[in-house]
């Protein structure tokens, strides 16, 4: 078993990993952006900013020099927002070990470019084996010990399975799957459909509503997913329709809260502002938006939320618009069967 793991990010998911880890008896570096937040874990044990009331072990040193965060670890967590994996990734490039292993665990798209967030890494850091974690996975839940389920995915098998061991605890249960782009799409789309489901909130509609986007939803993320080539499979799973659930049904989840200001009538700037954390659904709709219109993918929910994000359209009328759409069938193949 490793000894010495690497988070960069002290953001709320990667203050969990490293309380988990910690608790696993693995020693963590942990890089922190904010001055402040560096001093509180250093002074108090805390991460008052993004993970309140939540004791951080001894055995979690921050720190605020990125090399001496990488310095003498068996791996590094990559735990910064999905806009920011570039910069950072090219930042640490030159402090990891010719095979060296990143975890990311960042949830989204790259905007400027429409890559997923691995093929970002692996531009940036090509000596590098990288692996994917991902899953339903709340991070107040995880740091409090709360029983979770995640996904490891690699291109690599064997390396998909080191980090389902350096991470599989009693109360983290960790799987394995290959199929990287089906994973990493889940864990990003899903992100889209809980704005949107916010969004329900916000104007004051119910169950029914909800379990219409969020059955809508991944049917639309398994389209753009297989267009990209995923395997259909991956998205009846924890990183599909598992990580969907949490997302859109959640009080934790910041896209859902934020979906439901927007509801209620508040901008996208003043949302942004008062959710005080990255809300990576917005990001990602704009780049599912663009890639869905290259690859010619119908994803008509993004679409609409696109529109009350970016422009000015009424959250009421994208609804009204979705539910006029052409009338249409669930399922091809059944009628098919009946032929």
Known sequence: MIKKVSV????????????????????????????????QITETRENSRYLPE?????????????????????????????????????????????????????KGLEVKSLKRLSQVIEEEVPHCRIAILSGPSHAEEVAMGIPTTIVSAAKERRVSEFVQDVFMSPNFRVYTNSDVIGVEMGGALKNIIALAAGVGDGLGYGDNT???????????ITRLGQAMGALPSTFAGLTGIGDLI???????????????MIGQGKSLDETLTTVGMAV????????????????????????????????????????????????????????????
Not at 69 to 89: G, N, P
Not at 246 to 259: D, E, I, L, P, Q
Not at 294 to 321: C, H, R, S
Request: hydrophobic share 45%; net charge negative; charged share 25%.
């Open 54 to 106: 939540i004791v951080i072990p001894s055995s979690v040193i921050a720190y605020r020099d990125k090399r001496e965060a990488i310095r003498d670890t068996d791996l590094t967590v990559l735990a910064v927002s999905s806009q920011a994996v570039r910069s950072v990734a090219a930042q640490i490039r030159d402090f990891i070990p010719d095979q060296g292993i990143i975890v990311n665990v960042a």
């Open 246 to 260: 949490v997302t859109c049904t959640s009080m934790h989840s910041r896209n859902r809260r934020a979906g439901i």
């Open 280 to 339: 990576e659904g917005v990001k990602t709709c704009e780049a599912a938006y663009k890639l869905a219109q290259k690859m010619g993918v119908e994803m008509p929910i993004t679409e609409q939320l696109y529109q009350v994000l970016f422009m000015n359209k009424e959250a009421k009328e994208a609804v009204e618009d979705l539910m006029l759409r052409n009338k249409t069938f669930e399922s091809e193949e059944g009628y098919n069967k009946w032929l």
């Open 8 to 39: 960069i990010g002290a953001g709320s998911w990667g203050t969990a990993l490293s309380i988990l880890l910690a608790n696993k008896g693995i020693d963590v570096n942990l890089w922190a952006y904010e001055e402040e937040v560096y001093e």
């Open 210 to 220: 909800k379990a219409a986007l969020t059955t809508r939803g991944i049917v639309e």
